[in-house]
């Protein structure tokens, strides 16, 4: 099924990010911790793909063991930095000959190992060609095709400082056929808001869900300014953490202040949540319990929605 038709049957939607492991070992704990997460019934789960497919068997194994062994719809990432169009079109090829009828479509960053990269090389240098690119080769025989979602950036997309430009961009990727887009991790969800209001003024209609990551370590906090290309931090949230003694502490810092923007979220008619989980499921569980339910289907009742 397509995550834009979940997201109409679930509204909200609530979902959940991994990425592949590197070991055997680590592949079956993650695999348990996913299984698990089905009580928590998310609309879909998606699985992260390397810089240039450094880890794309991994991403692709672990995409068709979730589709077949647990009741989750799967979203497998996919970059276009530092392939061909022949590669392209075998990983997509594979992915349609497995089942999988969803791809969250990236431009990715380089490879963090190769010293000034140079994309002259790649297929496609913007994420809208991917997009185009999808859609074009999944629905070449007929069919409806991939089911397409491509990422959002509230505070800002970092290669592109002109805010008007930027937004100029991702509309260019919903016009060349993605479904919804799915958000950069932030911390203060007037920055959000503001997105939302922009994409509407810009005329981009399409579901927009929110991405949050509980804090869960202050090594941590550096690690996801790093991985986001940084990632703004409120005042209030580094004096908080800045008063936790150990990383027990901060984790609970971090799942009260995700908590308090999913309450947030929920009170202002956010399509859906996406948790950025790093692999583990226990801060998940806890924002979930903090909101008073079990699971997100217990939201769709909300009488607030109506």
């Known amino acids: 099924m397509h995550i834009c038709d979940i997201l109409k049957q679930n509204d909200p ?26 009580e928590l019934e998310p609309a879909f789960v998606s699985v992260t793909y390397g810089a240039g497919g450094s ?49 969250l479509a990236l431009r990715g960053d380089p490879p ?5 990269y140079d994309r002259a090389d790649d297929a496609f240098q913007y994420a809208e060609q ?3 690119f999808l859609k074009d080769r999944s629905t070449r025989n007929g069919g409806r095709g991939f089911g397409i979602g491509v990422a959002g950036f509230p505070e800002g997309h970092p290669d592109t400082p002109n805010r008007l430009k930027e937004m100029d961009f991702l509309k260019r990727k919903v016009d060349a056929g993605a479904d919804y887009i799915c958000t950069q991790l932030f911390f203060d969800n007037r920055d959000f808001y503001d997105f939302r209001e922009r994409c509407e003024l810009a005329g981009i209609h399409v579901p927009i869900i929110a991405g949050i990551m509980p804090v869960s370590t202050k090594s941590g906090l550096v690690r996801m300014a790093d ?47 996406h948790f950025y989980t790093l692999n583990k499921s226990d801060a998940t569980r806890q924002v979930f319990e903090n909101l008073g339910v079990s699971s997100s289907r217990a939201l769709q009742g909300d009488s607030s929605r109506s």
């Open 13 to 38: 939607s609530f979902s959940f990010e991994f990425f592949p492991p590197k070991t055997e070992a680590a592949a079956e704990e993650l695999f348990a911790t996913i299984a698990r997460l089905q």
């Open 55 to 103: 880890t794309r068997e991994r991403t692709h194994d672990l995409i068709v063991r979730i589709q077949k062994e647990t009741r989750l719809t799967a979203v497998s990432h996919l970059t276009s930095v530092c392939h061909t169009l022949a590669e392209l079109e075998a990983i997509v090829d594979r992915y349609m000959a497995s089942g999988i009828e969803n791809i």
């Open 112 to 116: 963090r190992n190769v010293a000034n």
């Open 130 to 132: 991917l997009v185009a």
């Open 227 to 273: 991985l986001s290309l940084g990632s703004r931090f409120p005042a209030k949230l580094l004096r908080a953490v800045g008063r936790a003694e150990d990383d027990a502490a901060t984790t609970r810092v971090g799942i009260h202040w995700a908590t308090e923007q999913c309450r947030d979220l929920l009170d202002n008619q956010v399509r859906g949540i």
